[in-house]
């Protein structure tokens, strides 16, 4: 599909719009092709990956409908058609790879748990729930980097982020929770949730890759060196957790 004519006009109304996705076919009824389908598959997930990667690179307030339709080498109005508005082309850019990611989070404490028994350890619980994101991020190819990207820009944004953080990721987190409780059973639970507070702002900066580690250490710790970011991560976030054991009830 051709990029949009920068003289036409636009928006154009959504059923021109579905006739273009169609390739100007007319309209019929009931379940379309198989091709038709395939193709408007591929289509909305050339938008997804066109506006995953300049979200991530700019922001949701920095970026418009017409540029990630540019991007994408569709018309505006297609765009709009699939997804609506921008807030929820974010939304379905952000869910895409959240289901993902999460499931395989869940599964893999789920995972060790039922293995390790009774001998389950805080070390074990969190590499299994790290591992997940950081294997994605360091084997999953240019989108899920772009969305390690997104989510630390989410989850740090005054307006939206908290909102869009719980509605995606917080199952997930009340699991590990649930069994870290079991494992530091003398904690509370806002010592478990602030211990999860500061590893959640860890863990999105560290898969962010900004840079800012490498320039602090000249380059003797390298942000893009997620293998060895895991492992201090794992250490770091258990000793913290151990840390804040009891704190709540001596600040009562």
Do not use: C
Not at 1 to 7: C, L, Q
Not at 178 to 191: F, Q, R, T
């Amino acid at each position: 599909m051709s990029k949009p004519d920068a003289a036409a006009p636009l928006p154009r109304p959504v059923a021109a719009a579905r006739r273009k996705a169609a390739g100007a076919a007319p309209a019929r009824r009931g379940r379309p092709p198989k091709t038709e389908a395939k193709a408007a598959g591929e289509t909305r997930d050339l938008i997804l990956d066109a506006a995953e990667d300049l979200f991530s690179k700019h922001g949701f307030y920095g970026v418009t409908i017409r540029e990630v339709a540019r991007e994408a080498g569709v018309d505006t109005a297609l765009v709009h058609y699939y997804f609506g508005a921008k807030r929820e082309l974010f939304d379905a850019v952000f869910l895409r790879r959240a289901e993902v990611w999460n499931d395989d989070r869940v599964a893999a404490i789920d995972r060790y748990a039922e293995t390790a028994g009774d001998n389950m350890t805080l070390e074990g619980l969190l590499e299994a729930f790290l591992r997940p994101p950081f294997e994605w991020s360091l084997k999953g190819g240019p989108g899920w980097k772009h969305y390690s990207a997104l989510v630390a820009q989410t989850n740090a944004n005054p307006s939206f982020g908290g909102e869009t953080m719980a509605r995606y990721f917080d199952p997930a987190i009340h699991r590990l929770i649930e069994l870290i409780a079991k494992v530091l059973p003398g904690a509370s639970e806002v010592d478990l949730y602030w211990g999860y507070h500061n590893l959640s702002g860890a863990l999105t900066l560290t898969l962010g890759e900004t840079g800012r580690l490498d320039r602090l250490s000249n380059g003797r710790a390298r942000s893009g060196d997620l293998e060895t970011a895991g492992d201090y991560m794992v250490r770091f976030a258990a000793a913290g957790f151990r840390a804040v054991v009891g704190m709540s009830s001596r600040q009562a």
